[in-house]
């Protein structure tokens, strides 16, 4: 009996033996060895990882800023060539466009995307709603603060509807209050969307807290050293018992 | 190519108004400035001849004089002739030569050494060739004038656009930006408008040095009729002249910041 392509779902990201080399006055460095797994559609990842494990790397390839020397990442079953309008970014320096107003800066995407004048409108007061903005549409990013700015630049990476929202230590920058705040109002969002997310952090609690799955880097060469399925049922809690023990097992995996 | 500064629309109201916004100490600190000025002025020219350094007075006479019989108004007509074409030509080049080589850098590999070598040469040492290639009109002194305005303005946008964050151009390009030239219009101009603009305003006070420079050879203007009355030793005229000039500069200064504060309302 034929295998029909139909009957195994396709994951949305797969990420193939990708390995990165640098060229150093040392030799050469290999940043990155045979990583491989999978993100399915809906789903939410984080990878983690201390300094050094490549995980920034990974995400510049994942993302299409840089090229792997081995190994290819798939998009929706097609390769990764180069940042694209089907690949949602979110960097932890916000990186708003200074010039534009927070609607400006949301409406970028669809302004390229050739989108009407008034669908622009339409989505960008949905987008402000959904990151909690409205009010804030004509304010410039030197206005607003750290959190907010997070806001702006995951509404406007949502704005193009991508098929994957990529986000690298997007919460790195705020104070302790502010990232939980963040990281509660990212989970509502993306049980409303059904977007599916891949987020570096070097942040065990955070990953325990987001993840449907977190994927471990070793370091030297960066590595993946195991995937860790967090079966808590959200809204999870730091008290919980299971919470503490996942948090332990991850720690233990990347110290060792 | 229109430059892409967002939506500014409602954020210019406080512009207009902006020329007598000033903080009243700061206006009494700066009639006191002038009142010495004029004072000490005075005090020397007393001492001296006429043909030396004439009194304040007696260059307001000259000004009224030199005004009323026209005489300014022709001058000033006749250098804003090659001023304004050589001004807006050359910073137009100059912004657009900037931009290309500091975006391009096959293009910045392959003229930097010719760049290096004109560089260094001032506008004034070019009359030769304006005077061989386009003679002793309004064009040769546009083109002395013109030179002058590139190099600034090369230099403001070419620095500008390097100092553009590759990180901008990733999020454009992740957004769906694709192509050079339409990566430049969205991202590249407005995030180096601030230097450009800059460049754009030194470039303009340059020109109104370079129109006297760019007159030496017998173009009519305000720096002939400086350069004629330093001949008949009439340093009253040369005076009213140089005024004539610093008026100039004042207002066209004034009114490009306050378009540049307008465009640059989000900083």
Redesign the interface.
Same mark, same amino acid.
């Given at each position: 009996m034929a295998l029909t392509d139909s009957s195994r779902r396709r994951p949305r990201v797969s990420i193939e033996g990708v390995g990165r080399q640098y060229d150093s006055p040392q030799g050469v460095v290999q940043a990155l060895e045979g990583v491989s797994f999978g993100v399915e559609a809906g789903e939410f990842v984080c990878i983690v990882g201390q300094s050094g494990s490549g995980k920034t790397t990974l995400f510049r390839i994942i993302a299409g800023l840089e090229d792997a020397t081995s190994g290819t990442v798939y998009l929706g079953g097609d390769p990764v060539e180069g940042p694209g309008p089907n690949l949602g970014l979110v960097f932890q320096e916000y990186h708003l466009f200074p010039w534009r107003t927070v609607a400006g800066n949301v409406g970028f995407g669809l302004e390229k995307q050739g989108v009407d004048h008034e669908e622009q409108e339409r989505r960008v007061r949905e987008l402000l709603e959904l990151v909690g903005l409205d009010g804030f549409a004509d304010s410039y990013p030197r206005d607003l603060s750290g959190g907010m700015k997070q806001r702006v630049a995951l509404a406007r990476a949502l704005a193009v509807d991508p098929e994957l929202l990529l986000m690298d230590e997007p919460f790195g920058a705020v104070d302790a209050q502010t990232k939980r705040m963040l990281q509660n109002e990212l989970l509502d969002i993306w049980s409303e969307t059904g977007k599916t997310i891949l987020f570096v952090t070097h942040d065990v609690e955070e990953a325990v807290k987001l993840a449907d799955r977190v994927v471990v880097m070793a370091t030297d060469p960066g590595r993946v050293r195991e995937i860790v399925e967090i079966e808590t049922e959200r809204p999870r809690s730091r008290s919980d018992t299971s919470f503490g023990e996942y948090y332990e097992r991850i720690m233990k995996l990347i110290r060792a | 190519m229109a430059i892409d500064? !967002? @939506? /500014?629309v409602?954020h210019g109201d406080d512009v207009g108004l902006s020329l007598f916004d000033v903080d009243p100490r700061r206006a009494i600190r700066g009639a006191v400035g002038v009142a010495v000025f004029l004072a000490l002025w005075w005090l020397v020219a007393l001492t001296q001849p006429t043909y030396v350094l004439p009194t304040p007075l007696i260059v307001a006479e000259t000004f009224v004089v030199e005004a009323a019989s026209g005489a300014m108004l022709t001058a000033l007509g006749s250098s804003i002739v090659h001023w304004f074409p050589g001004a807006v030509i050359g910073t137009g080049l100059g912004i657009a030569a900037g931009v290309a080589l500091g975006w391009n850098s096959y293009l910045d590999d392959v003229s930097a050494p010719v760049v290096r070598v004109l560089r260094p040469v001032p506008p004034l040492a070019l009359i030769g060739f304006a005077i061989a290639w386009l003679g002793i009109n309004h064009t040769g002194a546009a083109f002395i004038i013109a030179v002058g305005a590139f190099w600034i303005n090369f230099y403001a946008a070419y620095g500008g656009v390097e100092g553009v964050?590759d @990180?901008?151009l @990733?999020?454009? =390009?992740?957004? !769906?930006?694709q192509g050079d030239l /339409?990566l430049i219009r969205?991202?590249v101009l407005?995030?180096s408008?601030p230097e450009i603009t800059t460049g754009i305003r030194t470039g303009i006070g340059r020109c109104w040095m370079l129109v006297v420079a760019s007159e030496i050879f017998g173009v009519p203007g305000i720096g002939r009729e400086i350069l004629r009355a330093s001949n008949n030793l009439r340093v009253d005229v040369v005076i009213t002249y140089i005024l004539v000039l610093s008026i100039m500069f004042l207002i066209v200064d004034t009114g490009f910041r306050a378009i540049q504060r307008r465009v640059l309302?989000? =900083?």
């Open positions: - | 500064v !967002g @939506d /500014e409602n964050s @990180d901008l @990733d999020v454009a =390009r992740s957004l !769906g930006v /339409e969205s991202v407005p995030a408008l309302a989000w =900083r």
